[in-house]
């Protein structure tokens, strides 16, 4: 196949970040998806529906002259949340979403949930409204191994979460190994899973053999071969419960290069390239839409989009380095060949 047309997807999990930092990042997003579930991780995180829409207007305001795009607002859940916010959100036609994640656990989580006992009830209202749950799965435990941290979560928290509300809307996001894609792909309510483009295509080796590659890392991080392999399995597999988030999570160079690096993998500028590459390696173009474009949209109850792209199978290189405010983003695949390039309308 040397071309691909399809309805323009939307992305269900990215990062756009705040201030001068979203013109680097908003108009290639909307040239590459419709819609995006916007994370609420800023500092301070978005808390309040105010915050949202306020937040809403600076993203509408990054966007390149002419551009269409919906954001689709979340809100950041803390143990202090008021019920009341999360009603209004849900009656407020502009937030999608509540956001939980577990302290500590990655970037600007610092102000996330600390015991989900603390904030049953407030998940009990979302089960109520249907506003989806959106959950970073890991656990937060020094003793609990990197790799493992998903798998645990999902058996300590995830699991008897779904038994105890079966009526909750979830959707974990970004998965990263097999215990979660087959949790998540024998589910029978509502609950459903992001995987990244970065995901389905690399694994620890990518990041760590050879030397350490910080652009590579992110959370959850990535695993093992298998782990892999189940991932693309899963996006591949016609399941709607598997649709696509990129996790695309812009940190400045100075930020990623030095003795603690911040976790986060850009792919703001090629995501869509990149899960078309995933796809084709496993023959499976043809899942493709409906994984980007179908699947997502009808977990969250919108209308698929009308508008379509074309994906050509053209090679282009990637530049190193991308202007971000005063400093620099390093894309994932920096300086390297992409196999397919989004054509000029799209
Ligand atoms: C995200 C970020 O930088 O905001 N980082 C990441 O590695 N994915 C936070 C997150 O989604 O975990
Ligand atoms: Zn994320």
Redesign the pocket.
């Known amino acids: 196949m040397e071309k691909i047309t399809l309805t323009k997807p939307d992305d269900l999990?990215v990062?756009v970040?705040d201030g001068d930092y979203l013109r680097a990042v908003v108009p290639e997003l909307a040239r590459r998806f419709a819609r995006a579930i916007i994370?609420p991780?800023l500092t301070p995180p978005v808390t309040t529906v105010s915050q949202a829409l306020a937040y809403r207007e600076r993203i509408f305001a990054a966007l390149a002259p002419g551009q269409q795009f919906q954001p689709l607002l979340t809100l950041y859940l803390t143990d202090n949340t008021p019920a009341e916010e999360l009603r209004k959100a849900a009656a407020s036609g502009v937030i999608h979403g509540v956001k939980l994640?577990p302290a500590g656990?990655?970037?600007?989580?610092d102000a996330g949930v600390t015991d989900i006992g603390k904030v049953y009830p407030l998940l009990e209202v979302l089960a109520e409204t249907r506003l989806p749950l959106l959950i970073?799965g890991?656990v937060t435990d020094r003793e609990i191994d990197i790799f493992d941290r998903e798998q645990v979560f999902i058996d300590r928290i995830l699991a008897p979460l779904t038994e105890r509300l079966p009526e909750l809307r979830i959707v974990l996001?970004?998965i990263t190994s097999e215990a979660a894609a087959t949790f998540i792909g024998e589910q029978h309510g509502d609950i459903a899973a992001t995987i990244?483009a970065h995901h389905l295509l690399f694994n620890r080796n990518d990041m760590l053999a050879g030397g350490i590659r910080p652009h590579m890392?992110?959370?959850?991080i990535l695993k093992l071969e298998r782990d892999r392999q189940a991932l693309l399995q899963a996006a591949t597999s016609g399941n709607p419960r598997f649709f696509l988030g990129t996790?695309s999570?812009?940190?400045g160079r100075t930020r990623k290069e030095c003795a603690c690096g911040?976790?986060?993998?850009y792919t703001g500028h090629n995501a869509l390239e990149l899960y078309a590459e995933a796809f084709a390696a496993q023959n499976a173009l043809p899942r493709l839409e409906a994984f980007a474009s179908h699947y997502g949209a009808d977990f969250y109850g919108l209308p698929r989009n009308r508008e379509r792209v074309t994906l050509l199978r053209e090679e282009w290189q990637m530049p190193e380095q991308i202007a971000f405010g005063a400093d620099q983003l390093i894309p994932l695949r920096a300086g390297g060949r992409m196999a397919w390039r989004l054509a000029d309308n799209g």
């Open positions: 999990h990062h970040r994370m991780n994640y656990a990655t970037t600007n989580s970073h890991e996001e970004h990244t890392y992110c959370l959850p996790d999570a812009p940190h911040c976790a986060g993998i």
